[in-house]
């Protein structure tokens, strides 16, 4: 009987210490796993804050780029003139008037380059919708080196070609009705010293009636002027399109 007693409670401490043993590898697992998931935490934090951290760099760079970089565009266009015309246009128009475009860099640094492409044409409305004639180019075929900061260059184009739009422009609007305008539209692109490439659109525009009227005052001032004391007639701004001209 003794024995057998003696048998239970050493079987019985034998089970207490194996279920002991379980528990402890149990829970050494367990915490295994836990460690392995925070480890696994951590490493997508660190991704998470080096990918931040890439992304401020480069917004801070493009930031720094945009601040000095050059900004050009065409800052004005208007009708100048030349002088009499050695071949009169179709109509008999000997006047030399042409298109003047200014090109001007707004930003920090100098362009390296640039180049104009665009067209001048006049735009003529009816009741139901309207029609462009005698589209001009205004494109540039020269690649200027550069264009400085607060150094604007202006920029003539097509005198015969454009005499002939701008006579045509005046000859068809004879009120205030904005029935018939020139407009001068197209693009700036340019180069930056960081080596990318830019561009800008610009959109000019006048009706043929001021047109007119600058042709008649330039040439009454002429008629009046036989001594050539009265101030020359300065050329006649085209103003900003308030919004895109549609094709």
Request: charged share 25%.
């Amino acid at each position: 009987m003794i024995d057998q007693l003696h048998d239970f409670y050493k079987n019985l401490i034998e089970f207490n210490f194996v279920r002991r043993d379980l528990q402890a590898q149990e829970s050494m697992v367990l915490w295994a796993r836990v460690m392995t998931i925070v480890s696994a935490i951590g490493s997508v934090g660190v991704l998470i804050s080096l990918w931040f951290s890439r992304r401020a760099v480069q917004v801070a760079m493009a930031a720094g780029r945009d601040q000095t970089r050059a900004y050009v565009e065409a800052s004005g266009c208007d009708i100048a003139y030349a002088g009499k015309m050695r071949t009169p246009t179709a109509n008999g128009d000997n006047e030399g008037f042409y298109l003047r475009l200014s090109v001007e860099n707004f930003g920090a640094t100098p362009a390296t380059w640039f180049k104009v492409s665009g067209s001048a044409f006049v735009r003529k409305y009816r009741e139901d919708g309207y029609d462009d004639h005698m589209t001009v180019s205004m494109s540039d075929e020269a690649t200027w080196q550069s264009v400085f900061p607060g150094h604007p260059k202006t920029l003539a184009f097509t005198q015969a070609e454009g005499a002939e739009l701008i006579h045509w422009a005046a000859r068809n609007d004879t009120d205030e009705s904005l029935r018939c305008i020139l407009v001068a539209k197209g693009k700036v692109s340019y180069g930056t010293i960081h080596g990318d490439t830019r561009h800008a659109d610009f959109s000019f525009l006048q009706d043929g009636y001021r047109i007119a009227n600058h042709i008649r005052e330039r040439r009454q001032r002429r008629f009046a002027d036989n001594r050539n004391e009265l101030p020359p007639v300065e050329p006649l701004k085209m103003g900003f399109s308030p919004q895109k001209i549609a094709e």
